[in-house]
């Protein structure tokens, strides 16, 4: 690896950290469960919502981006290829799915209870037939395990890369904005283009962002310019033209993962270099982990925080942050420990990254 690509992937890792992050704060909302929502609370939530809108997208951009500088033929072929996703990726999804549902289970069976309702309300048995109660645990056909939701991306993810020889196929003999352009335009004139046809992969989504990662790995050099005043301006100019949503100007929208990753691609470059490139942290590496681990913590901390501190538009805003730095603490701190105490086991949870 020469040192501009290790510049870039060092860089990626901690947007990868970065991102995670924001969806633990994303994903601390206290009103799930809630009946009737304070006005002051939805209003909180939802300016947090827009605050970190695309973070997903942008992983499928990462994504995209090392799949287009590998070459899985010269490393072994598909075989191998989809050998190793079943283990990076296959793995901890069964693995954290069960251990979501696992632990959830006991509190909801609590909670039930002193609430009069049937023992299982709300929790992975309220299908009538066991194959629904398999889908509620693994999220096969649904947006993500019933008590791990987040989990979908690393399904859908998965699913991509079996697609894997079509994708380098349009890479190599197409050029990339031929491939893009109908689902570019798609994307901004037709509310769901594709969640209609095969709703368990939002196709939308995962291959209009993966491929623009694969593009970016096509013109990798273009990831090396320092022009960082003026990309970081009009990135930060765009990306409130999007949040504010200027009349005419709502399809900016489609473009705001784009913007937010280019306004934190410049902003690294105001305090790092590729001449002066900073060791990284241990925590930066825990980025998988904690995005497949933090809403099984925070499925017990928020039923739990209804409880005690009520549901009132105070209560909530302060559960909402206390959420949030839970997790942030026992993800980073159990998965520190872990690597410490077994490194093993947590190669085995984490996919093999450390």
Sequence with gaps: MTRDEEYISIKFRWISFALAVMIMLLHAGSLRGVAEVPIAAKNFHVALGYLIWSPVPIFFIISGYFFGMSNYVRDGGYYNFMSKKCRTLLTPYVIFALLGTFMAMPLMFALNHIKNLPWYDRTVFAGEHWWQWCDAILGISTAGPLNNGPLWYVHSLFCVFMFAPIWRFLFRRLTCWVFLLPLILCQIFVSNPFDTVVPILNVRLLVVWFFAGMFLAGVSPILLHKRRPLVVALSGLLVLL?????????????????FQLAFIWTSFDLYFSAEAMPALPEFVGLSFWMYCIHAIVSNLVVPIGHYFLGEGAIALCCLTILNFALCLLITIGGGLWLKRRNLRLYEVLSGGRG
């Design 242 to 258: 999007c949040l504010l949503h200027i009349p005419y100007l709502g399809w900016l929208r489609f473009w705001l993962p784009l």
